[in-house]
C-alpha cells in the first residue's frame, strides 16, 4: 500500500496496554490510514494461538496498513550488556533477527531502531551495525530507520544523518520524531540538507515552551497535541515537503491526561489536532 505526508499513522507506544485488535476500528474511524506496531503486540497474539497471516489479515480487513514494527533496540555489541530489570531484558529481546523476521511475516513496510545507551555511540560502531540490519531487511523488501533520542546513545538529527550516510544503504533512513528533533536542538537548516527520501518516518506531537528537569518524565508523561506547543511544526511541515519526503504523517503523543480518555476520543484528538497544523503549514499567505 503506497502512502504519503497526506495519510496518518497512528504511533502505538502510547496505548500498548490497549490490546492491538482492540485498537483498530477506532483509529480507523477516527480518520488514520495505518499503525504502528509493537513486536510485543505480534508475540503476545501468537502466545494466544493466533497465527500471523490471521492478525495481518484483521488489520488489513480493518482498512489499516502497518507502516512500521516499533522497534529493534539491541542491535549493536554494547547493547548485549546492561541490568537484569524487566525493560533491560525486554530491549535485549528485540533484536533484528526477531523484528525483522516478525515485520516480514506481518507485510509491515519498515522497522525502526533505537538506542538506548546512556553514553553517546560513536557512528563508525553504529554504522557498521546499521548496515547490517539494513541488509537484513533488504532481503524482505523492507526499509531500517535510526529513531534518534536526546536521552540517548543517538542523541540528534545530526547524529542519525551521519550514521545513515556512512551506512550507504539505500533502504536505511531516519525517523524523525517532532519532540526530540525539538529537545535535541536539531535544526531545519540542516534537515534541508537531507535528501527526503531518506525520512522514512515522521512523528509529530509537541513540547512545553521550557524543558523539564526529568527528560524521560516529559518525554513519557508531557509531550502535548501538534499545535499546542512550542515546536515549529509549520516550519518542519514545509522542510520535510521541500526535501521531498513522501513518508506517512505518524503522530505519537505520550500524555498522562489520555489516561483518562477513551482511545477512540484520544484518536480522533491527534487527527485533528495534526490536520490543523498541516493545514496551517501547506496554506501560504
Do not use: Y
Not at 75 to 96: C, I, K, V
Not at 257 to 272: E, H, M
Request: charged share 20%; glycine share 8%.
Amino acid at each position: 500500500m503506497a502512502m504519503g505526508p497526506n495519510d496518518l499513522c497512528f504511533c502505538s507506544a502510547p496505548f500498548l496496554h490497549v490490546p492491538l485488535l482492540d485498537r483498530l476500528a477506532p483509529l480507523r474511524a477516527a480518520g488514520f490510514a495505518a499503525l504502528s506496531i509493537s513486536p510485543g503486540d505480534v508475540w503476545a497474539l501468537e502466545a494466544q494461538g493466533m497465527a500471523v497471516r490471521d492478525i495481518a489479515a484483521r488489520i488489513g480487513d480493518a482498512g489499516l496498513a502497518i507502516a512500521e514494527l516499533d522497534c529493534i533496540a539491541c542491535w549493536m555489541d554494547h547493547q548485549q550488556q546492561g541490568a537484569d530489570d524487566d525493560l533491560s531484558r525486554l530491549l535485549r529481546m528485540l533484536t533484528p533477527e526477531r523484528v525483522i523476521e516478525t515485520a516480514a511475516r506481518l507485510g509491515a513496510l519498515s522497522v525502526a531502531l533505537i538506542d538506548m545507551s546512556p553514553k553517546p555511540t560513536p557512528v563508525d560502531v553504529a554504522a557498521q551495525a546499521f548496515a547490517r540490519v539494513c541488509d537484513m531487511a533488504a532481503e524482505h523488501g523492507l526499509k531500517a530507520h535510526i529513531e534518534f533520542l536526546p536521552v540517548g546513545g543517538i542523541r540528534s538529527l545530526a547524529d542519525a544523518w551521519a550514521i545513515a550516510a556512512a551506512a550507504g544503504r539505500a533502504n536505511g533512513g531516519i525517523t524523525l520524531d517532532a519532540w526530540h528533533f525539538h529537545r535535541s536542538g536539531s535544526t531545519l537548516d540542516l534537515l534541508a540538507t537531507i535528501p527526503g527520501q531518506r525520512i522514512h518516518a515522521v512523528q509529530l506531537c509537541d513540547a512545553l515552551p521550557s524543558p523539564l528537569p526529568d527528560a524521560w518524565a516529559e518525554l513519557m508523561t508531557q509531550r502535548l497535541l501538534p499545535g499546542e506547543g512550542a515546536i515549529d511544526l509549520v516550519g518542519l511541515i514545509r522542510t520535510l515537503d521541500a526535501i521531498g519526503c513522501t513518508a506517512p504523517t505518524g503522530v505519537e503523543v505520550f500524555n498522562l491526561r489520555q489516561n483518562d480518555q477513551s482511545l477512540a476520543n484520544t484518536a480522533r484528538d491527534w487527527v485533528t489536532s495534526t490536520r490543523a497544523v498541516q493545514a496551517k503549514a501547506r496554506t501560504r499567505p
